[in-house]
């Protein structure tokens, strides 16, 4: 019988967004992670924190080295036979990818395909998508986070191409005039098609234009030349020249919606829905997937418009509904306890667990096998009615089996982790 709680070694990735050496919460945690002869690299990049069964970037178990997946397939009383009925799972599989990212430079404007549409870019480029399958996610800041998600009313956008001019001038004027005289139609489909037409036009604009007019707008700006419809965005276009001085994405600030989230802020991305994030340290937890389809902030080779116009969503909203959390355990905040929360997708959830100095947090059974990062602090993982334990630090990573009653304690001061599970009625 293998055990029911048991450490992992995660995977880093690095990627140019990502934040540098020691900076990076990613390298903090993978420095406490057990990864063998890993050292922080003062000029790397290190953007994500992996811990799941991807192949991209599978996690091992930390007392063999095995990959999990292979330890899964020998033992599947772990993740349980509904979980493994109701996904569909082979070969050692979980149906969700748990991640921290780090970043301080704006990661490509992307979507993420569903599932049909990933079974055929999948097939059609397997190099560029590697997996088959579709890629919802929910995503819960750990510190300041910005973000751009879903687009912008199409009132908003109308605005924005009658006082900049630099954004008006991508665009042919019958796309410009169609969208302005319906942006405010009572008729759905009216908007979303002008919208369409923008942003088709938009995804296939010259790239030398779309530099010409974006160092033009970025100098009338410095100049502080704008209107007051521009104050808002204003900020946001500089910081966004400022990470990527060429390139077209830059007008995205004028197309889709702008967060800045607190810490605990989460929200989900449907597939389809476009989103790129731009600053902060966040908790990522989507269905096990690679699968992005970029058309800005990336490089050339690395774009598929005509995928990304083919699948995106046009669904313009004012805002994004935040996931609120509840509680999971008797009396939780924002600052002790367990606190849940429950996206609309299938595949996972995530707890936000603190126990006090000295405190525990008790978690019954779940239906379902979990994965659990150390954020802050350190205490120990009790388990088997007290008669096992683990002692955990910042950075490492714990496997605990579906139904599994555990209990998290901290010792001289506060313990924080992240736990992403899935569970099946």
């Not at 306890?337 to 126990?355: D, H, R």
């Not at 910042?394 to 599970?421: D, H, M």
Request: hydrophobic share 40%; glycine share 6%.
């Amino acid at each position: 019988m293998t055990e029911q709680v048991f450490r992992l070694i995660p995977a880093t990735q690095s990627y140019p967004w990502g934040k540098k050496g020691s900076n990076s919460l990613v390298a903090q945690l993978a420095d406490g992670a057990g990864i063998p002869d890993f050292k922080i690299d003062e000029s790397k990049p290190y953007a994500e924190l992996w811990m799941g069964t991807h192949p991209n970037a599978p996690t091992r178990v930390l007392s063999t080295g095995h990959l999990l997946s292979e330890h899964l397939v020998a033992h599947p009383e772990l993740v349980g036979e509904s979980v493994i009925k109701r996904f569909g799972l082979e070969n050692g599989q979980l149906p969700f990818l748990f991640k921290v990212l780090s970043f301080d430079k704006a990661l490509p404007v992307q979507i993420h395909p569903d599932k049909q549409t990933a079974e055929h870019i999948h097939l059609e480029n397997p190099r560029a998508y590697v997996d088959s399958n579709h890629k919802p996610e929910m995503v819960l800041a750990l510190s300041e986070f910005t973000a751009l998600c879903g687009f912008l009313p199409t009132f908003q956008v109308s605005e924005f191409l009658s006082v900049v001019p630099e954004f008006a001038s991508l665009f042919p004027s019958d796309i410009v005039q169609n969208l302005k005289s319906v942006a405010r139609s009572p008729d759905e489909s009216e908007r979303k098609t002008a919208l369409k037409e923008l942003l088709s036009s938009y995804a296939n604009v010259d790239n030398e234009k779309a530099s010409v007019q974006l160092k033009l707008l970025v100098e009338r700006y410095r100049a502080g030349q704008e209107s007051d419809e521009e104050k808002t965005v204003k900020s946001l276009v500089l910081q966004l020249h400022d990470m990527y001085q060429d390139d077209s994405g830059v007008f995205c600030a004028f197309i889709l919606n702008y967060f800045n989230l607190k810490p605990g802020h989460a929200f989900s991305v449907a597939t389809g829905e476009p989103h790129a994030y731009i600053t902060g340290d966040i908790i990522e937890c989507m269905a096990t997937s690679d699968n992005t389809i970029a058309v800005a902030f990336s490089p050339p080779e690395q774009r598929d418009v005509q995928n990304f116009l083919s699948n995106v969503q046009y669904n313009p909203t004012p805002g994004k509904t935040f996931i609120q959390p509840t509680m999971f355990t008797r009396g939780s905040t924002h600052t002790n306890g367990s606190l849940l929360y429950n996206p609309p997708i299938y595949e996972l959830a995530v707890m936000q667990v603190i126990a006090a100095k000295g405190g525990t947090e008790s978690h019954h059974k779940l239906r379902g096998p979990s994965i659990a990062v150390v954020i802050e602090g350190e205490g120990t993982v009790v388990w088997a009615e007290g008669a096992k334990r683990l002692g955990v630090k910042k950075g490492q990573v714990v496997f605990i089996a579906a139904g599994t009653e555990v209990k998290f304690s901290a010792f001289e001061t506060s313990f924080k982790l992240y736990r992403a599970f899935v569970e099946v009625g």
